[in-house]
Structure formats: structure tokens, C-alpha cells
């Protein structure tokens, strides 16, 4: 109790209405303050919509099932590890495809805010192309383009599927990072620039010492955006053949034939990515909000 | 042609600048020797601003020529960095590095710049910083400062890197009349060390009082100068005495 915030008296104001939501924000602010970071604004609601969904079709599916066979639920528990195997994939892949588009996109970010008109026209050119493709396109290209082994000297190294469904996915990702980062770097007040050039660094020390770390704050909210996208893209791979969830879901409903497990099945999917998704999205917004406020 | 003390530090001749089409300085001429204190007033987009940034190579010049100790300051070979070494400026909005505490505001120029000792830096970004009055706030941030202690901090980053002339760009503009003291009170210590400062201002008491020369800006060109005295008792330019008596 010696915890909690200060109260107003319900007598003592003329907005009464207004206290549920102001108790609400003010014990946000005090776990806010103990925690010395934002707190995502979960709520489990949302997934319990979800929750619900998959129980429900479950449920159908075993009305409408024949007697004697095995309940919706216990088909799903069985196949567990080979969907959450499926599912580990599908992470594997997005960190990959997420670390090797930052690092790229991080450099082409940059390159479009060069001096020199080549650099600049040249990574504006491939930020477009990659921005405005489908990802699936994309994909496409990668895995038809590759060759699936490289073989420098006598040493051969395979390439295999899921790393081309990488690059794949990383392509978009990193044009989008191009882009982030480009337009955090112009969102910084040019009165930055004027006082560190005053004060006689040159343009690379004004870029990392000074512009880039005030743009990293700037980029997160919309980086972890596009991870969570990204996550979600990830079942594209499916399409292509890569062993991840939604591959390995078409396999569990292959050796079931089932009909009725279909939709149970799918759901459970949808359940893994938005479990993953969503905290994602809500921390996103409570950072955005954060520094909204103190920018 | 070395140059020495007892030549104008800075020496403008006809500049002339134009943003597109937009002629923002249409010969100006003005020389300040060492250790004087000038102030420049003049309505707004009268090119004050525009000048002190030419004097630091922020904005290139059309034509004329502009001289820091007797270097060409737009002449295409001249080393940027070692003119801006020399020359510090403070800002209207401050423009303090917002992830950095006040003392680190203060040492980053020196030590990566001039790659100075760190703890020679920071003993001097200390003492800069209780010089300006700021004792005890080294390690607050920017966005914990008041406009006025924030501008303070600027003005020690300036100084940090040892510069010969100050150039100080409304720097009282963005503040509330209490904290307009306070850095008032700083740079008048400044010219009164005998720095040279060069002021783009809008406070004509401060300017009546510390400068040595008034310089009056209208559209692109000086209008008249003089010893403040002289200037604020008996303008003699129609537009001068008009822009004096909305001020006065």
C-alpha cells in the first residue's frame, strides 16, 4: 500500500468521471518509474480472442468428426514439437534476414545521404527498387537465382534453401532500413550540424559522434516494426519449400487427412505468430509514445 | 602576407550572398580588430545572421572577401576545420548535443577534434563551466537546463576550443527577459577579458554598453556605424533613426 500513488479525493475535483483513467495512468507512471522503462500496454484480451477462436473451431471440428476418433486438442499437443519446430525456424530466419538487412541497409541508409551524386542516385535507385517489390517476388528471384552450392577452390559450400529464403526476405528489410535510417538522419535539426561543424568536426565525426546516435532512439519504434512484419513474412518461405511453420503445418495436415483439423491447425499457427507479434507491437507503441513525449 | 595583432582579426570586404535569388548581402564591409567587441543590429532578414555564418565558412560567399587573421575564409584550398578552430560560435537555439551531459558538450570538440588529453580537457571543460556560472551542473543533460543555462553551456563548448573570435548570433533571442542576464552577464566577462566577440543582437541597452562599435544592417548593406555614443544620441540615416525609435 505505501507503494501506491497519491490519491485524489473523489470529492475534491469537478471532473470526477476523468479519475478511473487517471488512477489507471498514474500507477502506470509509478511501475514506469521502478522499472526505468516503458511498460507495453499488453493486453490479454487480445490474445484471448485469438485463444478462443482456435478452441472454438477446435470444438466444431469435433462435432463434426466421427465417433471414435482422437480429440481436435490432443492432435495438436501431438504434433507440437514438429509445428514448434517449425516455428523456431520461422525466428531463425527473421533475426538472420533482420541482422543481415540492418547491416546492409544501415550503410545504404547512409549512402544516400552522401556527398557525392553517384553514391547517392546509386543507393536511392536500389532502396526503390527493393521497397517497391513484393516480397514473394523477391523471394522468387533469390531462390532461382542462387546457385544452391558455392565452390571456391576444392572446397564446396552448400547454400542451402532456408539461406536463400534469407537473403530473400533480407532484401526488402533492408531497403526499408535504407529508408529509416535516411529519414532519421534527416529529421535531425540542422542546428546539429551547424554547431558541430562550428565547432570543427569534420562530416564523419558529425555523423557517428553526433547525428547517428540521436537517430538510434528515432529508428526504433519503426525497426521493430518491421521486425514484427518481417516474423510475419517469414511463412512466405512456405511457398518456396523451407521447412518452417507453415510447411510443416501442410505436412501435419497431410498425415492426418482430416478435413476438420484445418482450420484448428491454421489457427494454432496464427496463435505462435501473434503470441510473438503482438508484445512487439505493443512495446513499439509505448516507446513511440515515450519519446514523443520527450522529444 | 603574415598576418599581425595589429591588423583588422576580421576584415569583410564587399560580400555580397544570395540565396537562389534572394540577395541577402549586397556588399557589406566591416573590420574588427583584435580584442574589440562589435555588435550588429538591424531589422530581421537584414542578413545578420547570414554574415556571422559567412565569417564561419557555414554559407559560401557570392563574391568580396572575407578575412580571419588574414586568411581568405572562402578561398577553395583553405582548411575549413582550422579556421573554424579559431573562430567559436554560439547559437540562437543553442544546438547542444542532446545526448550528452553538459561536460562532455563541453569536451567533445577538443578531444576529438584537436585530440587533446582527456583529463586536461575536462579540467578545463570544469573550470569553463564555473566560469560560466554552472557549477555543480557538469553532468545534467541538456534537456534538464533552463534556456539560459543551456546557452551557457554553449558558450563554454565555444570557448573550449580556445577560439580568437567569438561570434554570438541572437544568442539572447530564444530566452525569457531572467535568463537574458545571466548570459548577458557571461559575455560581457568575455569582451571584457578581451576577447573579440562579434554580436548579432536585438538588446540595445547590452549593445549600447559593451560594444565598441555599432554596426546598423538594413537590406543587405550597413546602413551606418559608429561608436555606440555617437550612434545612439545622433543617427543621422532616415532609416536608422526609424528603427531606433520602434526599439528605444
Redesign the interface.
Known amino acids: 500500500m505505501s507503494r501506491r500513488a497519491p490519491r485524489l479525493d473523489p470529492g475534491g475535483t469537478d471532473l470526477p468521471v476523468l479519475l478511473p483513467a487517471a488512477d489507471h495512468l498514474q500507477r502506470r507512471a509509478v511501475r514506469e518509474r521502478e522499472l526505468g522503462a516503458a511498460v507495453p500496454r499488453l493486453d490479454w484480451r487480445h490474445g484471448a480472442v485469438l485463444l478462443a477462436g482456435l478452441l472454438v473451431s477446435a470444438g466444431l471440428a469435433q462435432a463434426q468428426s466421427g465417433e471414435g476418433q482422437e480429440p481436435v486438442l490432443e492432435v495438436i499437443v501431438r504434433w507440437l514439437p514438429v509445428l514448434l519446430e517449425g516455428f523456431l525456424f520461422n525466428i531463425v530466419i527473421s533475426f538472420l534476414a533482420m541482422a543481415f538487412g540492418t547491416l546492409v541497409g544501415t550503410w545504404l541508409g547512409l549512402m544516400q545521404i552522401s556527398l557525392l551524386l553517384p553514391v547517392r542516385t546509386g543507393s536511392w535507385i536500389v532502396t526503390q527498387f527493393f521497397r517497391n517489390a513484393p516480397w514473394l517476388v523477391l523471394l522468387f528471384y533469390c531462390m532461382f537465382l542462387l546457385p544452391f552450392e558455392f565452390t571456391i577452390g576444392s572446397l564446396t559450400i552448400p547454400f542451402p534453401d532456408w539461406l536463400k529464403a534469407t537473403i530473400g526476405l533480407s532484401l526488402p528489410v533492408l531497403a526499408n532500413v535504407s529508408e529509416i535510417v535516411r529519414g532519421a538522419v534527416n529529421s535531425i535539426p540542422s542546428g546539429q550540424w551547424e554547431a558541430s561543424e562550428s565547432l570543427a568536426f569534420n562530416r564523419r565525426q558529425i555523423l557517428w559522434m553526433i547525428i547517428l546516435p540521436q537517430c538510434v532512439k528515432r529508428m526504433l519504434p519503426p525497426w521493430m516494426n518491421l521486425y514484427a512484419i518481417l516474423t510475419m513474412a517469414t511463412v512466405l518461405a512456405s511457398v518456396v519449400g523451407v521447412s518452417e511453420m507453415m510447411t510443416q503445418a501442410g505436412r501435419v495436415l497431410a498425415a492426418e487427412d482430416r478435413p476438420g483439423l484445418l482450420i484448428p491447425i491454421y489457427s494454432f499457427v496464427l496463435l505462435c505468430f501473434f503470441v510473438y507479434c503482438y508484445p512487439i507491437a505493443r512495446w513499439t507503441v509505448a516507446l513511440e509514445r515515450r519519446f514523443q513525449v520527450k522529444l | 602576407m603574415a598576418w599581425t595583432p595589429d591588423q583588422p582579426i576580421v576584415s569583410c570586404k564587399e560580400v555580397h550572398k544570395a540565396f537562389g535569388a534572394v540577395e541577402v548581402l549586397k556588399g557589406v564591409s566591416l573590420d574588427v580588430a583584435k580584442g574589440e567587441t562589435i555588435c550588429v543590429i538591424g531589422p530581421s532578414g537584414s542578413g545578420k545572421s547570414t554574415l556571422l555564418?559567412c565569417i564561419?565558412a557555414?554559407v559560401p560567399i557570392n563574391s568580396g572577401s572575407i578575412t580571419v587573421e588574414g586568411q581568405e575564409v572562402h578561398d577553395p584550398k583553405l582548411d575549413k576545420?582550422?579556421l573554424?578552430?579559431k573562430?567559436?560560435?554560439v547559437?540562437q537555439?543553442y544546438?547542444?548535443?542532446?545526448?550528452k551531459s553538459a561536460l562532455q558538450n563541453v569536451m567533445?570538440?577538443p578531444v576529438?577534434?584537436?585530440k587533446q588529453d582527456k583529463a586536461e580537457v575536462e579540467q578545463r571543460a570544469y573550470r569553463l563551466l564555473k566560469k560560466v556560472r554552472l557549477e555543480g551542473k557538469e553532468q545534467a543533460y541538456p534537456?534538464e537546463l533552463s534556456g539560459g543555462q543551456q546557452q551557457r553551456v554553449?558558450i563554454a563548448?565555444?570557448l573550449a576550443?580556445n577560439p580568437d573570435v567569438m561570434l554570438f548570433d541572437e544568442v539572447t533571442a530564444a530566452l525569457d527577459p531572467e535568463t537574458v542576464k545571466e548570459v548577458l552577464l557571461t559575455i560581457r566577462e568575455l569582451a571584457e577579458e578581451g576577447m573579440t566577440c562579434l554580436l548579432v543582437t536585438h538588446e540595445m541597452g547590452f549593445a549600447r554598453e559593451i560594444a565598441d562599435m555599432i554596426y546598423f544592417t538594413d537590406r543587405g548593406v550597413i546602413v551606418e556605424s559608429g561608436p555606440p555614443k555617437d550612434f545612439f544620441a545622433s543617427a543621422k540615416d532616415p532609416r536608422t533613426k526609424e528603427f531606433l525609435s520602434q526599439i528605444l
Open positions: 555564418r564561419n557555414l576545420l582550422a573554424r578552430r573562430v567559436g560560435m547559437f537555439q544546438n547542444l548535443f542532446p545526448h567533445m570538440a576529438t577534434v584537436l534537456g554553449a563548448r565555444a576550443m
